[in-house]
């Protein structure tokens, strides 16, 4: 999934295996997404995937096929089939509320949902139990209603933003992580407190919360669809990559600087004690990679480089080269400070 954003390593990897390459492999299915709009015909993603066809060619070789297959949005009697679904009424009945619908959301699927959970919120759309049936308010309203954004990043936030105090700092400082979210790492990060980013990244009512008292502060965010608790309680997941870009949006920028550093230098101090989590190494060089400016440099340079000579030794011993050489890459930029031959120079 989303192999626009894969490295070019495991890009050379997927090559390989789909265009057969290095020796059929039987019985093999490969299904691969990507988003167009998200890659250019030059993008590392692009090139792999004419690569493998060239070499397969237009016609079957060895029992090797690939398909292109586009997926595009929903169009109006899809959105109306799905609203009809989860109102159970018929699609004559819907099909007014599914075009309002499909002209906000441009008919993309996961957009639509989040609609519709605003318009649940927004008790647009309510149960009634004198009918025992889904029902709506004036169609022509919604369509023209100023609260209802034809921009669907404002329709996320506004459903971030309705989340209890607590939970959104949490989910916040969450989207500085990626995709997973561990739990210890988010315990770790609020044992601090301070008063300069009270109400922004941190609060008095997380700090020094323990990991069940995370959980609580996280649920409610898991029931509005935004997290997704998997079955191992250790880590969260972002239900979708959009919910996590929305809330890091939320940060103001004059905040973003310092919890990235905050969080790299945990990283790096957890990973310290735990060598089995070598994850954690690569995670916190990129938290430090993000702030690489004259006046952070001069202070946490040299830490910075010394954490990126690491996370590229490691990349390196699993044969990671273009993560190695990116990581290589933004060491040398954090030790551009005056003097680095003179104070680390078995470092540069």
């Not at 009634?128 to 169609?139: A, K, L, P, Q």
């Not at 941190?202 to 323990?210: D, M, P, T």
Request: aromatic share 8%.
């Amino acid at each position: 999934d989303d192999i626009h954003w894969a490295d070019k390593a495991s890009l050379e990897v997927i090559k390989v295996l789909i265009s057969g390459s290095a020796g059929k492999v039987d019985n093999l299915l490969t299904v691969l997404s990507y988003r167009d709009e998200e890659v250019i015909d030059v993008h590392p993603t692009i090139l792999t995937l004419n690569a493998a066809n060239a070499v397969v060619g237009p016609e079957e070789v060895e029992g090797i096929r690939i398909h292109d297959m586009p997926v595009t949005d929903l169009n109006v009697e899809s959105v109306n089939r799905l609203v009809s679904a989860v109102t159970g009424r018929d699609r004559e009945e819907t099909l007014a509320l599914a075009e309002v619908v499909h002209k906000k959301t441009a008919g993309n699927p996961f957009f639509v949902t989040q609609f519709l959970l605003m318009l649940r919120r927004e008790s647009f759309l309510t149960y009634s139990f004198s009918t025992f049936r889904w029902e709506w308010g004036d169609i022509a309203k919604l369509s023209n209603a100023a609260r209802v954004s034809d921009n669907v990043a404002d329709v996320i936030a506004n459903s971030l933003q309705s989340l209890p105090a607590s939970t959104q700092i949490a989910v916040k400082v969450a989207s500085c992580l990626g995709k997973i979210v561990p739990l210890d790492v988010l315990v770790e990060y609020f044992e601090g407190y301070e008063e300069s980013q009270n109400g922004q990244t941190c609060s008095l009512g997380l700090h020094q919360i323990k990991e069940s008292g995370l959980h609580n502060v996280l649920e409610s965010a898991v029931k509005s669809g935004i997290l997704i608790k998997p079955e191992s309680q250790g880590a969260y997941m972002w239900a979708h990559d959009k919910l996590q870009h929305v809330a890091y949006s939320l940060i103001g920028e004059a905040y973003r600087g310092p919890l990235h550093i905050k969080m790299g230098k945990l990283l790096w101090r957890m990973s310290l004690t735990d060598s089995g989590e070598e994850w954690m190494v690569f995670l916190a060089a990129d938290q430090l990679n993000r702030f690489s400016d004259n006046q952070q440099d001069q202070v946490l340079g040299a830490e910075a480089a010394s954490l990126c000579l690491e996370a590229a030794k490691l990349s390196l011993s699993k044969s990671a080269l273009f993560p190695a050489y990116d990581m290589l890459q933004a060491g040398v930029k954090h030790l551009n400070v005056e003097g680095r031959w003179t104070a680390h120079y078995d470092l540069s």
